[in-house]
Nanobody
Framework: QVQLVESGGRLVQAGGSLRLSCLAS????????MGWFRQAPGKEREFVAV????????YYADSVKGRFTIFRDNAKNMVYLQMDSLKPDDAAVYYC????????????????WGQGTQVTVSS
């Protein structure tokens, strides 16, 4: 089992920045690729970003590429999502997830999920 707890979500103005954090506990953190997903009201959950077990490889959704950065600290069992140039469309509940599969970009390929953290972007 892996337990994931997200934090850092809050209200931010459009154009602003926010850093989300996810703390993992349980099994060896570095055995898992880590991803961020988001879900806005009335919309399906969507992939945001994923980082490899080592932290060397990352992939992003086109909608956030160039604005968001995912990174991890395996020594601290943490994964982060740095969000810059935020837009109202970025408002959603953001979820951290862990996958045994390398660089998974589909929700069903993830094995563990956090409870989510709310990001609100005012225009």
């Amino acid at each position: 089992q892996v337990q994931l707890v997200e934090s850092g979500g809050r209200l931010v103005q459009a154009g602003g920045s926010l850093r989300l954090s996810c703390l993992a506990s349980g099994r060896t953190f570095s055995n898992y690729a880590m991803g961020w997903f988001r879900q806005a009201p009335g919309k399906e959950r969507e992939f945001v970003a994923v980082i490899s077990r080592s932290g060397i490889i990352t992939y992003y959704a086109d909608s956030v590429k160039g604005r968001f950065t995912i990174f991890r600290d395996n020594a601290k069992n943490m994964v982060y999502l740095q969000m810059d140039s935020l837009k109202p469309d970025d408002a959603a509940v953001y979820y951290c997830a862990a996958a045994r599969s390398a660089l998974a970009r589909i929700g069903k390929d993830y094995d563990y999920w956090g409870q989510g953290t709310q990001v609100t972007v005012s225009s």
